[in-house]
């Protein structure tokens, strides 16, 4: 049996950014049966977004192991791992395709197995674009975590529509909120009063609107000497996170003419937290992680509330307003209601936030006559035009087993075709962020 309690429990996360990692990694160690001590294996899903060692260090999640792999090789490790090697949990931290594919490689690898892992996915952030879409590619799961009371309502929901078992959604919350709360600005003493803008690789993705944005955060600094203004960016030129980013910042900012006060940032989000008295975004999800903290977030109305922008998320929440109305001093006050909704626990219930997911884990690694197989909504009965594809992305058959040829089937991958990875790797993220948008650009002419 899993989980015994002469042995750590194993657990195995599976992602495909560095986003996605830290979302991951972190819910792993806060969904884990209490007390249990945890041996964490990480796999890295080969692809545009694989993230680099910078980026895996300042997201600051360590792993007793970690490396890169593809769908097939991880595949053929959960098959093998077996016995004392045998995974208790295994958190799939992925794109929906990514997840569904995933789900009947395991059905496929553990078809003759009761006593595998509880598989576990769920959402990075803020779910406010392909509900349908993203949560019945999820379905399959043992659990699929919802990370406040809103989104678990709307998972539900999705999954009873489609006449299927929704026994699966579990809410919790995100498992990176934390930090010391906000004391109040500073006193004129010490560090100044700093501004931070959090940007967001894809939204807004026009170069005019993103030029806008940055315009308005110089004109801001600019128009306050006093304080610290900082562009908090998520990437380095070259690298690509859960949303490629053709136009970065850094570009921009070579054009511009910004003042002294003005700065652009990496690291942990955390720690720049623990310097911001006032958080500006769009949409981003560092926006519910600074009101965790009950640091004064805005979330800006310049570019309209839409949609594509994912800041109609934020309607109700008290938090919307335009650089004019920053700029003369306004400050929004969040919604109570709102954020309770949205599992930012400011009340301080954030402690007890995972309790029912690592209730439920325990109670399956102790399910007599162990698991039943996985049971995926999308078959080739369901989706005949829609799962054949997703599961070919990822070199599998409609049964979940790999396709001829796939890359590293039966085999670890040698230094030569390491390297000739590494290579296509960057030559499709030059192509990306270099190459298209120059071709889109004389498209339009």
């Not at 009063?193 to 801001?220: C, E, G, N, W």
């Not at 600019?222 to 900082?230: A, G, T, Y």
């Not at 922008?309 to 920053?326: R, T």
Request: with cysteine.
């Amino acid at each position: 049996m899993p989980a015994s309690a002469t042995k750590a429990l194993r657990v195995a996360v599976l992602a495909d950014s560095d986003t996605r990692w830290k979302w991951g990694a972190l819910t792993a160690t806060r969904i884990s049966p209490e007390k249990a001590d945890i041996h964490l294996d990480g796999f890295l899903l080969r692809g545009r977004a694989t993230p680099t060692a910078r980026q895996l260090r300042e997201v600051g999640v360590t792993a007793d192991s970690l490396r890169e792999v593809t769908a097939v090789e991880f595949l053929r490790t959960m098959g093998e791992a077996t016995g004392e090697e045998s995974y208790d949990v295994l958190v799939l931290a992925l794109v929906g395709g990514g997840v569904q594919a995933v789900l009947h490689g395991l059905r496929h690898v553990w078809q003759d197995r009761t006593d595998r892992p509880v598989v576990v996915t769920g959402y990075v952030g803020v779910v406010y674009e392909k509900l349908a879409d993203g949560l019945l590619l999820r379905h399959g799961a043992d659990l699929v975590l919802a990370n406040s009371r809103q989104d678990a309502d709307r998972f539900r929901a999705v999954y009873e529509g489609v006449g299927t078992d929704a026994s699966a959604v579990t809410e919790v919350a995100l498992p990176f909120l934390g930090g010391a709360a906000y004391t109040g600005e500073p006193d004129g003493e010490g560090r100044p009063y700093t501004v931070v803008f959090a940007a967001q690789p894809s939204v807004p993705d026009s170069r005019k609107d993103r030029t806008y944005l940055l315009d308005r955060l110089i004109r801001h600094a600019r128009r306050h000497p006093e304080r610290e203004v900082l562009l908090k960016l998520r990437s380095k030129p070259g690298e690509h996170t859960t949303h490629i980013e053709e136009l970065p910042y850094q570009k921009l900012v070579q054009r511009a003419d910004p003042p002294p006060n003005f700065h652009l940032v990496y690291g942990h989000m955390g720690e720049v937290l623990d310097r911001t008295d006032l958080l500006v975004t769009v949409s981003s999800t560092a926006a519910l992680e600074s009101l965790h903290r009950r640091v004064p977030t805005v979330v800006l109305t310049d570019l309209g509330v839409r949609e594509a922008l994912g800041n109609h998320h934020f309607v109700g929440s008290g938090c919307l307003a335009s650089w004019d109305q920053l700029d003369e001093g306004h400050r929004p006050v969040p919604d109570p209601e709102w954020v309770a909704r949205q599992g930012v626990a400011v009340d301080g219930g954030y402690a007890t936030a995972f309790d029912r997911a690592s209730a439920r884990i325990a109670e399956l690694l102790a399910r007599p006559g162990g698991l039943p197989p996985l049971t995926p909504y999308y078959t080739p009965v369901t989706a005949p035009g829609y799962l054949p594809g997703i599961l070919a992305r990822h070199h599998l058959g409609p049964d979940g087993t790999p396709l001829p040829g796939a890359p590293a089937a039966d085999r670890d991958p040698g230094p030569v075709r390491q390297i000739v990875r590494r290579a296509a790797r960057g030559a499709y993220r030059h192509g990306v962020q270099r190459v298209a948008p120059v071709i889109r650009r004389m498209g339009e002419l």
